[in-house]
């Protein structure tokens, strides 16, 4: 099982950049695709980004392509997502979690970015 700890969020101005951490414990963690996710007030989560666990591949939602880059390292259990040209609609708490299927048991705190306008 994977413990998931989000952090990196803050508020910040449209245009702005941020970059985000997931720090996994779990042996396992190389073996698994990861993604990160948002949610906003009143919405349901939605995919944001995500890579496979040999970083080989990268897929992102269309509404960060171009915007957001996802990584990881697996020596150190850490998966990133690097947010460019932040936009108010970026506003949400962000997950990270296994993809394409996140156990529900594994979902963490999450990490708050809100963008100003």
């Known amino acids: 099982q994977v413990q998931l700890v989000e952090s990196g969020g803050g508020l910040v101005q449209a245009g702005g950049s941020l970059r985000l951490s997931c720090a996994a414990s779990?042996?396992?963690?190389?073996?698994?695709?990861m993604g990160w996710f948002r949610q906003a007030p009143g919405k349901e989560r939605e995919f944001v980004a995500a890579?496979?666990?040999?970083?080989?591949?990268?897929y992102y939602g269309d509404s960060v392509k171009g915007r957001f880059t996802i990584s990881r390292d697996n020596a150190k259990n850490m998966v990133y997502l690097q947010m460019n040209s932040l936009k108010p609609e970026d506003t949400a708490v962000y997950y990270c979690?296994?993809?394409?299927?996140?156990?529900?048991?594994?979902w963490g705190q999450g990490t708050q970015v809100t963008v100003s306008s």
């Open positions: 979690n296994a993809f394409p299927n996140p156990p529900s048991h594994s």
């Open positions: 779990g042996r396992t963690f190389s073996n698994y695709a």
């Open positions: 890579i496979s666990w040999s970083a080989n591949s990268t």
